[in-house]
């Protein structure tokens, strides 16, 4: 790079969508407690899973009449379960903004073939929530992790709708406040905000939801992973930490020492208030830049954790080749890890502002991404 680098370096520069930075000063040794070798339905797994539902429910503050159970495959097992469990009863509204939204479409539409109302928006919008029909269950993503746009809040879901409504919240629970009232079904994984290993994914379902797994019977089989149900009635153990399938202890543990993290800060307003801090300091740092914008249009619903910028400047050739090769000069420097766009999303960088975020590190970070910037500008000169 032609110019001075900036002076200052994040002191993490793990700025990825997932999984994301651990928590600050995070040490293998915090895992020391474990119960490796163990079985988890032993008294002490059975223990650490149940604490584990209990720790989400008190930093979540998620009411005490909602399920929580800890399901396979992530974030996506979580809506998969709900989604061929729940959906059938009455008609579905599949909202979509970007690219995990459209895959819940996929599913719903060509997999579980129902005849959906489908409403899309494209990637820094969300759709108009007053043409939804609340009476139809809705599926929607809260925040778009690969378009770095949220719902802004609840307020459109009416309190008396008839249908269900299926939220994937998993790159805003813990750093978003979740409306649990207007939310029957919420799934996310803990690799996201809270920094967790993959593989394990959290749904929580309202009385409402659970009303609806007793009462229907959906019309295709359901694989063994998926059953909630037994003889019409929920199987309690799994929202109690009898899991359907076997869980890592190791990641468990990695989650109880994340959410006991997120207790000492102060708890869900603490992790709430250090996301905004991280996605302000994006956002003070573009404003008024000509070369830089938010891919977000409307700041109401603007990411404050997947924050997607996209580069503006006229002399840029070949977006997407331009947006990767920034991307590859920040690696390079070290300054930011797997700080790319989603690979379906229109070219840019996404900055992951999420809760174990340090605010300064995104700071730092900034002015190297404008270094970065100029010197691929000069270098497509002198390739031109």
Not at 6 to 32: E, Q, T, V
Request: with cysteine.
């Amino acid at each position: 790079m032609g110019k001075t680098a900036p002076a200052a370096r994040p002191a993490n520069p793990r700025f990825s969508s997932g999984p994301c930075a651990k928590i600050p000063n995070f040490s293998l040794d915090m895992l020391a407690d474990a119960p490796l070798g163990r079985s988890h339905r032993a008294a002490v797994g059975k223990a650490k899973l149940a604490e584990a539902i209990d720790l989400t429910r008190d930093v979540l503050g998620v009411p005490a009449d909602y399920r929580i159970g800890i399901v396979p495959a992530s974030d996506t097992g979580a809506v998969e379960m709900a989604l061929w469990s729940l959906l059938g009863a009455r008609k579905a509204e599949m909202l979509a903004w970007e690219s995990f939204g459209e895959g819940w479409v996929t599913d719903v539409v060509k997999q579980l073939k129902l005849d959906a109302v489908v409403r899309k928006a494209d990637y820094g919008k969300i759709v108009d929530f007053a043409q939804v029909d609340f009476d139809n269950d809705v599926v929607f993503t809260w925040n778009g992790t690969t378009s770095g746009v949220r719902v802004p809040n609840g307020d459109a879901i009416p309190a008396d709708r008839a249908g269900l409504t299926i939220c994937d919240a998993t790159s805003a629970a813990f750093a978003m406040e979740l409306p649990f009232d207007k939310l029957d079904v919420v799934t996310f994984s803990w690799q996201k905000v809270l920094g967790g290993e993959g593989a394990h994914g959290v749904l929580i379902l309202s009385p409402r939801a659970v009303e609806r797994l007793e009462s229907h019977t959906p019309a295709w089989p359901l694989p063994k992973i998926f059953r909630m149900t037994k003889g019409g009635k929920l199987i309690e153990g799994i929202f109690k930490g009898e899991t359907i399938n076997t869980p890592s202890m190791l990641c468990v543990e990695d989650y109880l020492v994340a959410l006991k993290w997120a207790q000492s800060l102060g708890g869900r307003k603490a992790l709430v208030a250090r996301a905004e801090a991280n996605a302000k300091a994006v956002r003070d740092f573009i404003a008024g830049k000509d070369w830089i914008a938010d891919l977000a249009e409307d700041p109401a619903t603007a990411s404050t954790t997947s924050v997607c910028l996209k580069f503006t400047d006229p002399r840029i050739r070949d977006g997407a080749a331009f947006a990767k090769a920034v991307a590859k000069r920040l690696e390079k420097e070290g300054v930011a890890l797997d700080a790319g766009a989603y690979r379906d999303a229109p070219p840019g960088l996404r900055i992951w502002c999420g809760s174990t975020v340090e605010t300064a590190d995104v700071a730092a970070l900034m002015p190297w991404i404008e270094h970065a910037f100029e010197a691929e500008i000069e270098a497509q000169a002198e390739v031109a």
